[in-house]
């Protein structure tokens, strides 16, 4: 599994599925608490990856316990 690296002021992890379908379903089950948290993320998806980066725009581009928060919630689903 990978971990998170923090770099450029930002949180970054590339998600992994076994297809494309999987992958665009952690995406549906990741906006749901996305948006409970109302802490968006920067995302890209290429087939079965989901690229992840995580900063605080309200806090200078920082990050903050905000982006460690989402990142657990991401890394439990």
């Given at each position: 599994?990978?971990?998170?690296t923090?770099?450029?002021?930002?949180?970054?992890k590339?998600?992994?599925?076994?297809?494309?379908?999987?992958?665009?379903?952690?995406?549906?089950k990741?906006?749901?608490?996305?948006e409970?948290?109302?802490?968006?993320?920067?995302w890209t998806?290429i087939?079965?990856?989901?690229?992840?980066?995580?900063?605080?725009?309200d806090?200078?581009?920082?990050?903050t316990?905000?982006?460690?928060?989402?990142?657990?919630?991401l890394?439990?689903?």
């Amino acid at each position: 599994m990978h971990t998170w690296t923090e770099h450029n002021n930002a949180l970054h992890k590339t998600f992994e599925f076994s297809s494309f379908l999987k992958a665009m379903d952690w995406i549906q089950k990741a906006s749901i608490e996305i948006e409970k948290l109302n802490h968006h993320p920067k995302w890209t998806n290429i087939y079965n990856k989901v690229i992840v980066s995580l900063t605080t725009y309200d806090a200078g581009n920082i990050v903050t316990e905000k982006d460690w928060q989402l990142a657990q919630i991401l890394d439990a689903i």
